[in-house]
């Protein structure tokens, strides 16, 4: 995967290729990272799903 995507670019990307991460590479084709699905829409969701799910789950 590129590193000039776009969010929306990279989510559209995982959807297609059906995996739940990519390497990502600059223009001369150097791996310069890792990204997974789960960044991605952490990203986009912020952490809704982590604090109170957490708390809720723990909590009887």
Do not use: H, R, W
């Amino acid at each position: 995967m590129p590193d000039t995507l776009t969010l929306s670019e990279a989510l559209e990307s995982f959807k297609t290729a059906g995996e739940d991460f990519a390497v990502i590479m600059n223009e001369y084709a150097l791996v310069v990272g890792i990204i997974t699905l789960n960044d991605v829409m952490t990203t986009l969701m912020g952490d809704l799903v982590g604090q109170g799910l957490e708390e809720q789950i723990v909590a009887p």
